[in-house]
């Protein structure tokens, strides 16, 4: 660990839906998580239905940040550049800065409301929540956050159609065809880490 940041345990929220415990292993490689300071990434998708309670993890998943790289590598260069200037046009860092310096140790704060657009977690039907971890710690660089549905598709409609179809292979390769066949839309993993 660099010492320079701080880290806390992983919060309940990052922990698997299935097994209710720590993601252990690399969704792509397999490879062990938990060991010291092995840096990886969870990400989460939920979605949660209007009048209900009830929410539903739609996909989950930790990836080591060698698997992370080398699919981000993959991933054309227009697409890359479209994601960076997405982030740079939408986020307003210094709000960003502010939240998080005034939460030091609590980045539940940090998913209150979307990164990009500022809605509350609470008025959102669809949004996915990302996490930089180091063994079984939270890194607290720049994660976690929260991007919601409308978000995650506005970065979508900028990234080119071979993008979202490597997308949508991982998601297939992963989690199968999506479980809602009503739905007009697979809820799309979209690659931000
Ligand atoms: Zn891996």
């Given amino acids: 660990?660099?010492?320079?940041?701080?880290?806390?345990?992983?919060?309940?929220?990052?922990?698997?839906?299935?097994?209710?415990?720590?993601?252990?292993?690399?969704?792509?490689?397999e490879m062990y998580l938990l060991d010291g300071d092995t840096e990886y990434f969870i990400e989460k998708a939920i979605k949660k239905y209007e009048g209900f309670d009830a929410q539903d993890v739609i996909f989950e998943y930790a990836i080591c940040i060698q698997c992370a790289e080398r699919m981000r590598n993959s991933m054309s260069k227009a697409s890359q550049q479209s994601i960076q200037q997405y982030f740079m046009d939408n986020v307003d860092l210094l709000k960003r800065m502010e939240i998080m310096q005034s939460n030091p140790n609590n980045p539940e704060t940090w998913m209150d409301k979307c990164l990009i657009k500022g809605e509350r977690k609470s008025g959102l039907n669809e949004y996915q929540i990302y996490a930089h971890c180091n063994g079984s710690k939270l890194n607290l660089t720049q994660m976690p956050y929260l991007v919601s549905g409308a978000a995650l598709e506005e970065i979508s409609a900028v990234l080119s159609p071979e993008t979202l179809d490597e997308f949508d292979d991982f998601s297939r390769r992963h989690f199968g065809p999506p479980p809602e066949l009503a739905e007009p839309l697979p809820f799309r993993r979209v690659m931000l880490i």
Avoid: N, Q, V
Wanted: charged content about 25%; some cysteine; overall charge negative.
């Fill in 1 to 29: 660990m660099d010492g320079k940041h701080s880290h806390i345990d992983i919060p309940k929220a990052f922990y698997s839906f299935s097994t209710g415990a720590l993601f252990d292993r690399c969704l792509e490689c």
